[in-house]
């Protein structure tokens, strides 16, 4: 008998994927975790119904959240990490010598034994020195923080649930509070492709264009993300994420990439003209 599994990405649609077999199913306090054996995917990570990635295609969302904002700033020494339990994006952040300190504020600690059982070669990342896990709810970690980071990535889930709060107009001020005087923000910015996904989107960019100074969205392609198609937001205090892009010397770094390039970075930021007048919507009510 075959055994499929499906995502609804909206009432109408969803997303199914052959699985092989189940390796994990257990419930921590914040959410269901399942970890799936695809054919097509490899190994499969489930949150509460919903994919948070495959082995086939976590590479393109933790480089486009890490050496974005790692090509612009020329000076990252202190990076927060909100979310990030399975230590993807840790272990991108791990090849530039320059940082000295990762903070990882995971409030799920089921998830990142469940990673590091089935997810051991990102999980590696967070037992390397330079990186200090903290099991604790992000909004509440960041409030005590001022001018502590160069560089906050926002890898929380969505703006749904126990980590609804990530995405509220106070945890956007918190983050600017605890960013440097030239400190860049990124975080996931969903996708814009569906009605029901549209709006949340919208909000998002609403709340960081009146937070920062720059704001400004990117996108990657994404298989198993909803419609394929995923946004991120740059949000900074100083640097522009193309006028003040750095491509000469982040190749000069000769870090290995399966997605990210200097070439892609700079089409990254050249939007759909749909995704332009939706975001542009946002800020034409925000002057």
């Known amino acids: 008998m075959e055994m499929w599994f499906s995502e609804l990405h909206t009432s109408g649609v969803k997303l199914s994927i052959k699985v092989e077999k189940q390796l994990f199913c257990g419930s921590s306090d914040c959410q269901r975790i399942?970890?799936?054996?695809?054919?097509?995917?490899?190994?499969?990570?489930?949150?509460?119904?919903?994919?948070?990635?495959?082995?086939?295609?976590?590479?393109?969302?933790?480089?486009?959240?890490?050496?974005?904002?790692?090509?612009?700033h020329p000076g990252v020494r202190r990076v927060l990490i909100i979310g990030g339990g399975d230590g993807g994006v840790a272990k991108e952040l791990l090849h530039?010598?320059?940082?000295?300190?990762?903070?990882?504020?995971?409030?799920?600690?089921?998830?990142?034994?469940?990673?590091r059982e089935h997810?051991?070669?990102?999980?590696?990342?967070?037992?390397?020195?330079?990186?200090n896990v903290y099991y604790q709810d992000g909004l509440r970690f960041i409030r005590n923080k001022t001018e502590e980071y160069d560089l906050i990535i926002n890898d929380a889930t969505d703006p749904f649930g126990y980590t609804e709060g990530l995405f509220t107009r106070e945890f956007y001020g918190s983050c600017y509070?605890?960013?440097?005087?030239?400190?860049?923000?990124?975080?996931?910015?969903?996708?814009?492709?569906?009605?029901?996904d549209k709006?949340?989107?919208?909000?998002?960019?609403?709340?960081?264009?009146?937070?920062?100074?720059?704001?400004?969205?990117y996108q990657a392609h994404i298989p198993t993300c909803s419609s394929g198609y995923w946004l991120f937001g740059f949000a900074s205090k100083k640097y522009h994420p193309v006028e003040d892009f750095r491509p000469e010397e982040w190749k000069k770094l000769g870090i290995s990439t399966q997605y990210y390039t200097a070439n892609l970075h700079r089409g990254a930021f050249m939007l759909p003209k749909y995704v332009e007048e939706m975001l542009e919507s946002e800020e034409n009510r925000s002057l």
């Open 96 to 115: 530039y010598k320059r940082i000295e300190k990762i903070d990882v504020v995971e409030p799920d600690e089921m998830l990142v034994e469940v990673c």
């Open 119 to 131: 997810f051991p070669e990102l999980t590696a990342a967070l037992s390397d020195e330079r990186v």
């Open 34 to 72: 399942d970890v799936l054996e695809s054919a097509e995917f490899g190994k499969v990570l489930a949150l509460d119904g919903e994919i948070l990635f495959s082995e086939k295609d976590v590479f393109i969302y933790d480089e486009m959240v890490t050496h974005v904002p790692m090509a612009v």
């Open 177 to 196: 509070k605890a960013l440097q005087e030239d400190g860049i923000m990124v975080y996931q910015h969903g996708s814009p492709f569906y009605g029901e």
């Open 199 to 217: 709006e949340e989107c919208m909000k998002m960019h609403r709340k960081a264009f009146r937070s920062f100074p720059v704001s400004r969205v």
